[in-house]
């Protein structure tokens, strides 16, 4: 059966990627509207930007009011702010939610239906031109047609989909993610890893997208506890960079599954942000998903060297031990660490659990997945 494989039109990565940007920048247009927060302001990410940027007398305004949770009411006052100063093109710097951010954004600029409007359909309209430069290494947002934005009204996640979200230009720079704490070193890898991982063993998954998953797979277990126990391992961040960008491709042209399905309705309620939920579904999770889908765990465990066993179920159970030993590596905090209340996650439950089947990410999955599967992990997960 034929596949259909996206990707940015142009990836510039490696060391000093965004100076070799600089021709690609220039045909955006003539004033950014940088979408960032204002963590990337103080740490001087967005004056490496600006430099670039002023260098090639290209005029720009500075949104720096986006949260780790961005929601459709910073979207329209973004908006209606990039409407008022002029601009022409997009560029978003920082993790996820800035790049999620300006791609909700070039939905509103010619257009005048809200947001959630666009939920369950697959958008294809007009925007300004857009470059993503990721300064964490996870998300994989600049390299996907993808964006989640939290509803206010309805208390739910967007998932919003459509060729037209894909950047134009994606500039993968390990510069900026040398700054990035351990916690969000952690957190944004593990979540680069459900992207991979997930992708492959997806009902969705295709030849190309494995290509990519396998290696971002790969590239993440040799460096993320690099990065993480040294964030100044300059080459550990370059490969975790790539295994991003790669992660993102892939689950781009396949799909995620149970681990994103049941991350968003928690991140929803509980403002947990996604790179983290997603690491703490990740192993009760997978231990789910491998029943039913041996075989492509399996392929994951050769694929490493984690095991030369021809039994499918051994080879695949021996991956979800190694998989266990990183994820404890990597300090994830449990829930009621984090903060969640007990009565009031339980109380939730079910209604997270409705809410990820709703999203239709559960389905990819292999194994079939019940709402009554969710009601129990998340009952599982909660420590």
Do not use: W
């Not at 034929?2 to 070799?20: M, Q, R, Y």
């Not at 990337?40 to 949770?69: A, P, R, T």
């Not at 666009?118 to 947002?141: E, H, N, Q, V, W």
């Amino acid at each position: 059966m034929a596949s259909v494989f996206l990707a940015p039109k142009t990836i510039i990565s490696g060391k000093d990627a965004l100076k070799e940007s600089e021709k690609q920048l220039v045909k955006l247009g003539k004033k950014a509207f940088i979408v960032t927060d204002s963590t990337m302001v103080k740490l001087g990410n967005v004056s490496l930007l600006q430099n670039v940027l002023d260098k090639n007398d290209i005029g720009y305004h500075i949104f720096d009011e986006v949260n780790y949770e961005p929601d459709d009411i910073i979207v329209t006052k973004a908006a209606k702010v990039y409407k008022e100063t002029g601009c022409d093109h997009l560029i978003a710097l920082g993790g996820g939610s800035p790049i999620d951010t300006a791609k909700a954004i070039s939905l509103l600029l010619d257009n005048d239906a809200p947001l959630n409007s666009y939920m369950g359909k697959i958008i294809d309209i007009r925007r300004p031109p857009l470059a993503a430069i990721p300064t964490t290494a996870g998300t994989g947002s600049e390299a996907t047609k993808f964006t989640i934005i939290n509803d206010t009204a309805n208390k739910v996640k967007m998932l919003l989909t459509g060729p037209c979200l894909m950047p134009d230009i994606a500039i993968i720079d390990p510069a900026f993610s040398m700054t990035a704490p351990k916690s969000v070193t952690s957190h944004t890898g593990i979540d680069a890893l459900c992207h991979a991982l997930e992708s492959y063993t997806s009902r969705k998954s295709q030849p190309l997208s494995d290509t990519f998953a396998l290696s971002a797979i790969k590239r993440i277990f040799n460096n993320l506890e690099k990065c993480y126990d040294d964030g100044s391992d300059v080459e550990a961040r370059i490969q975790m960079s790539l295994a991003a960008l790669e992660a993102g491709i892939s689950f781009n042209n396949s799909s995620v599954t149970i681990v994103h399905g049941m991350s968003r309705p928690m991140g929803a309620l509980f403002h947990v942000p996604h790179g983290l939920s997603n690491a703490m579904l990740l192993r009760e999770c997978m231990n789910f998903a491998v029943e039913g889908a041996y075989d492509r765990f399996a392929d994951v465990s050769r694929y490493l060297s984690f095991s030369d066993d021809t039994d499918d179920k051994k080879a695949a159970l021996i991956f979800l031990e190694k998989l266990g030993t990183l994820l404890d590596h990597l300090h994830v905090p449990t829930m009621s660490e984090f903060g969640i209340d007990r009565d009031t996650y339980f109380a939730n439950i079910e209604k997270m659990a409705n809410d990820a089947y709703i999203s239709g990410s559960p389905s990819n999955t292999i194994r079939e997945v019940k709402v009554e599967d969710m009601i129990e992990l998340y009952k599982i997960i909660y420590k």
